[in-house]
Structure formats: C-alpha cells, structure tokens
C-alpha cells in the first residue's frame, strides 16, 4: 500500500507538471535581481584546476566561456568560435574566432589567449584538472582571427571536449587569479565572493551577444540545508532552488500555488565509490555481494519519494551511450553466498563515508548501510566535510566506501585512469576507451563506451544505485532558466522576471 501510494503522487506530480508546462510564457522583460540556492562553497573558481562541479554551476556560460558551448538542448553551439573545419585526415582543427569580444577587465579577447590556454592544458607540468581530454593535441597555433588544433590521431570527442567547462578561456597570463577573481567573456561578470554565503554575478554591459542577459544580477546563496532552502524559497528570499532539491520538498512546492517546479533530464549518476585496490574490496565477489546486496528500487522509492531511475552502470537515460545494464540484481541470498566464497562467511567490516552537505547521497547511504547489515556487512557510517571529502577520498584515494552524484556529462573515461579515485586498473577498459577517441563515427563511438559499460558493470567497479530527475523549485514569475542539466550549469543567460 505504502509503495502504491507513493507512485499515486509521483503520477499527480508529473500530471501536475505537464499542465503547467502547457502555459504560455510571458515575453522577456529587462532588469531585476534574482537569488538562487546552491548547497556548497565552491574550492575556488577555475574549472580548469578543480573537478567540482560547484564551480562550474555558477560560471559555465555565465562568466566563463569556451570556444564551443552546451546549450539547453544539449548540442554543441558556437561560444567564442564562430565556426570551425575539420581537414579531411581529422588531425587538423580550425576555429574562427568570434570578434570584437572583450573581457570582463576591458581587455580584448584574441587568439592569443586562445593558444596560451590550450598550450597550458596539454602541458603534463601546469596542473590542468583533466589533461586526458587534449591528449590528441600536438601543437595549436593562431594567426588573425582563427586558431588551429593540430593533432597526433583523429580524436572524436575533441569539440565535445572543447565545449566542457575545463575549456573556458580566460586572458592569458592571467591563470593564476583565476582562482578567486574570475575574468570571463561571458553575460555576467565576477562581482563578490562572500565565503560560506553567496556569490554575485553582475550583468556585463560590454557582452558580445545582443538582447542578453536579462538580469542585472544573479546571486548565487549558499544554502546546504534542504530545509532552510524551501523556507527562503516561500520567504521570497531567493527566486530558484537550482541544485539539489529534496523530493519531500518538491511535493510540498507542487502543491504552493505561488511557486512552481520542474522535473527535467540530467546526466547525474548516483554512485557508490568502492576503492578497487583496497582489501577487501580489491576482491571482485566481495564487490558483487555488496552490488547483490543492494535493492535500488527500494532507495528510489524510500529515499526519494520515486523520484528517479536505477541505473546499473556509468550511463544515465539522458546519454546516447546509456543501455539497462543489471548483472547483479537485488538477491542478498546470494550476496551472502558470495561473502562466504570470499573467505567471510561471517561478514565483514567497511567504513563509508558520506559528503556533506550532499543531503541525497546522505539519505541513499543511510539506506544502503542498512541493507548491507541484513547480509553481514557492517558498515561505519561517517559523515565528512566536503573539503574533506575532496581532499582525503577524492584526490587521496583514502576510503574504503563513499557515495557522490557524478554529474559530468560522457565521462566514462575515468575508468581508463587507475589513478582515479576509484582505483581501478583495466587494460581491456583503457584500450577500449583508446581506440573510441579514434572513430570518426558516432554510432561506432556510443558502441564502444556501451562495450566499455558493460565491462565495469560485470566488475562491479562501483554500484550504481540511480539517476534523479533535475528538480528546480522557482517563484511563479521567474523564466528562462534551465528545466533540464545536459551538462552541470544553472545557466541564467536567458532568465529573466516577470514583474
């Protein structure tokens, strides 16, 4: 009874939505100033040298930009590059630049800066986050207005790399301050940074775009209690709940006629890390009881109020690659057969380690500890400071368990990196993901990251416990915003508010 009567409110609430999305919205109108939620502090803000995706929810496309970008829709569209050709080998890229941009400090944007970027991103010593993604960069040069990629083997991901948030350009010579000043081309400008409390982002008078933005600013409130979001929500302290909305706080907003929400796509899966190389978890059956052992339905509908989809692998419904993979079904039966196989027929002690201020990993790592105890494995639940997390688990690869969404779009490569926090060393995965970056054809690439999929999934590298919808709570009068997270932004570019 208790299940029928959660998937009766799921269905009122996506009939709720749809009616409301049937309305017609207002035309756009100038000026205003909104305050939107976010949950946690940002570890500075160059997206080049941080995988958080806190910072690229405030800047990608607000400050930032890059010579292509995401849009709403998720294609790839023209930011600072106009347009661009591909020489008939593949291994010669050329962009035209956009002109007459300017940064955010006055100064122009030309090729220049261009070329100092990517220079910087492929050197092995100048810490760039994510250097695998212009490893196929040989040299890049700029002559007027087009800059040219010149590359050692076709590489297919290239434009879609160049359109992530690590390929913002920022004026050369100017890496270093990025980190608390940002300097940007885009409809907003870095205007204060108060720790623990907000970011604002100013309206850049001088952006290249005509018509946009909207907003004269966008704050952007620190808020990590899903809770004392909705009461500023309903306060009118803030217009948007744009991360991390709760699904009991979404019930409740569904049903307050002066607010409204949204449920869209994201590419968001949440996943619990195992460290590969840590006993006992360097045991592939120990992996697989503990996968066995898991029931995501239960998760999603206890958790989450069905607000979401079980996945079984690194892919979401949202990705051309994503297929049903379930090698492991709920069965703790069976996870216990496995754990004896192993040599713990009596079970098993795990720490796990759960982020704060992260309040649905919390809430799915509270249920998965206790249906890890109804087969033997105890687990000691802890919960961590984000910066914590970041620095001892993410970067220093020491946990046993930990839960997190990881929300980068096509970033199945991370399992060719055995330096990767998960620790998991597959030559079958880095080959596989090696010759994918060579197809030309898309069609044969999505095969290959499904190839690729199916292999962690069978090594139950991690569990992959399920995808949530976006959910976005706003004031009535609040449009333009993003309803669905193709990649990790709350673009504010054409928002705007209707008073």
């Given at each position: 009874m208790k299940r029928l009567t959660i998937l009766v409110t799921v269905l009122i609430i996506?009939?709720?939505?749809?009616?409301?999305?049937?309305?017609s919205e207002p035309a756009p109108q100038y000026g205003?100033?909104?305050?939107?939620?976010?949950?946690?502090?940002?570890?500075g803000w160059d997206p080049t040298i941080s995988t958080s995706q806190e910072i690229a929810r405030v800047t990608y496309n607000n400050v930032y930009q890059g010579l292509v970008r995401i849009d709403r829709n998720g294609d790839i569209v023209p930011a600072l590059a106009t347009s661009w050709e591909i020489s008939d080998d593949g291994l010669s890229w050329t962009f035209t630049l956009r002109e007459g941009v300017k940064f955010h400090d006055g100064s122009d944007f030309s090729a220049e800066d261009v070329v100092a970027k990517?220079?910087?991103?492929?050197?092995?010593?100048a810490g760039h986050t994510n250097p695998a993604y212009y490893a196929a960069i040989e040299s890049i040069s700029g002559e007027g207005n087009q800059v040219t990629f010149k590359l050692s083997q076709p590489n297919a991901s290239l434009l879609y790399n160049l359109a992530r948030p690590d390929s913002i350009i920022y004026p050369a010579g100017k890496a270093d301050s990025?980190?608390?000043?940002?300097?940007?081309t885009g409809p907003f400008k870095f205007a204060q940074y108060i720790e623990g409390s907000e970011v604002r982002l100013e309206k850049f008078e001088d952006y290249y775009e005509d018509g946009v933005p909207y907003?004269?600013?966008?704050?952007?409130?620190?808020i990590s209690d899903p809770n004392a979001q909705l009461a500023a929500l309903r306060a009118g302290d803030i217009d948007m709940v744009g991360v991390a909305l709760s699904p009991e706080n979404a019930l409740q907003v569904q049903s307050d006629p002066s607010l409204k929400l949204s449920s869209g796509a994201n590419t968001t899966e949440i996943?619990?890390?195992?460290?590969?190389?840590?006993?006992p978890l360097n045991n592939p059956l120990v992996r697989q009881a503990i996968t066995y052992a898991i029931d995501k339905e239960a998760i999603v509908n206890g958790a989450m109020f069905g607000f979401g989809t079980p996945i079984g692998t690194h892919a979401t419904p949202a990705e051309a690659y994503f297929f049903d993979?379930?090698?492991?079904?709920?069965?703790?039966?069976?996870?216990?057969?496995?754990?004896?196989?192993?040599?713990?027929?009596?079970?098993?002690?795990l720490k796990f380690e759960l982020p704060e201020p992260y309040n649905i990993e919390r809430r799915s790592g509270e249920v998965i500890a206790q249906q890890l105890a109804e087969v033997g494995i105890n687990v000691d639940l802890s919960v961590v400071e984000w910066a914590t997390w970041i620095q001892r688990i993410f970067l220093g690869g020491d946990y046993d368990m930990t839960i997190i969404g990881h929300s980068e779009p096509r970033d199945i490569g991370i399992y060719g990196n055995p330096d990767y926090y998960y620790k998991y060393d597959s030559p079958a995965v880095q080959q596989l993901l090696k010759v994918a970056e060579e197809v030309t054809d898309q069609r044969a690439q999505n095969a290959i990251y499904q190839a690729v999929a199916r292999i962690i999934a069978e090594d139950a590298v991690n569990v992959w416990i399920f995808n949530p919808p976006y959910l976005v709570a706003a004031q009535q009068d609040l449009y333009g915003y993003w309803t669905s997270q193709p990649i990790v932004a709350i673009d504010m570019t054409e928002a705007y508010l209707d008073r």
């Open positions: 996506i009939l709720g939505l749809s009616s409301s999305f049937a309305q205003g100033e909104v305050a939107v939620a976010i949950v946690a502090d940002p570890p990517f220079q910087r991103a492929i050197d092995p010593d990025q980190r608390s000043q940002p300097i940007g907003l004269d600013a966008v704050t952007f409130k620190i996943t619990m890390a195992l460290n590969n190389a840590r006993p993979a379930n090698p492991y079904p709920y069965n703790p039966e069976k996870a216990r057969a496995l754990l004896a196989e192993a040599g713990y027929p009596d079970g098993l002690n």
